[in-house]
């Protein structure tokens, strides 16, 4: 039972445009989310992160969004850059009297020049 | 501030046989992650502790894996007998506790022939 989805298995796009990944989750009891980005034989690398209690947190390129009625996240990414092309992953702390972190399928970003 | 240390980084070994794997956490970390990433997947949880005490091996096959952090610090995990549906890559993750971002090794490449 995947709790956290990445529907999206890929995505495409060119250098200068935004970049969208999309996640949703499933359970309400999911209280602060983040996003990893992972190159080839190394271990996922911590990007951005956002709590329950805000709906926008943004860090230079990169922001993510929170609709917690629609249990669904996005990272915004612009402009994209050749650099950012990896597989990024959409993690979720579930809080069930303790904070367990569940991760995403994951979606892998190429970005052309 | 070093990172979280995994070792080996790479294993290959014949079915039946047993492995384990070592991790050595970012200092001050309370909480301590194993993963379980297969081709093509997202890591799954396997075992989190806090400190020296586990908080959640749900999904830890406890008939041939085992995980000890000693003294609330370097973790191992091991298999015994591994099976050939083991191959996998291994991660280790560290966070200052839980809801709070989660720092990961470079891995270790478990192949089971």
């Known amino acids: 039972d995947q709790q956290v989805k990445q529907n999206s298995p890929s995505l495409s796009v060119q250098e200068g445009r935004i970049s969208i990944l999309n996640c949703d989750y499933t359970?309400?009891?999911?209280?602060?989310f983040l996003w990893y980005k992972k190159y080839p034989a190394e271990g996922p690398t911590f990007l951005i992160s956002?709590?329950?209690?805000?709906d926008k947190n943004e860090d230079g390129r990169f922001t993510v969004f929170l609709n917690k009625s629609a249990k669904h996240l996005s990272l915004h990414i612009v402009p994209s850059q050749p650099g950012d092309s990896a597989v990024y992953f959409c993690a979720a702390y579930l809080n069930t009297g303790f904070q367990k972190l569940v991760f995403g399928t994951g979606t892998r970003l190429l970005v052309s020049p | 501030e070093a990172g979280v240390a995994q070792s080996p980084r790479y294993k290959i070994i014949e079915k039946r046989q047993s492995v384990a794997f070592w991790c050595n956490p970012i200092s001050g970390h309370a909480t301590l992650y194993w993963y379980q990433q297969i081709l093509g997947q997202g890591p799954k949880l396997l075992i989190q502790?806090?400190?020296?005490?586990?908080?959640?091996d749900s999904q830890l096959p406890k008939d041939r894996f085992s995980a000890e952090r000693l003294k609330g610090v370097d973790s191992t995990l091991k298999i015994q007998p591994a099976k050939l549906e083991d191959s996998a890559v291994y991660l280790c993750?560290?966070?200052f506790g839980t809801g709070t971002e989660a720092f990961f090794g470079q891995g270790t490449r478990l192949t089971v022939v």
């Open positions: 359970n309400s009891m999911f209280d602060y």
């Open positions: 993750a560290s966070s």
């Open positions: 956002i709590s329950s209690i805000k």
């Open positions: 502790f806090q400190n020296n005490g586990v908080v959640d």
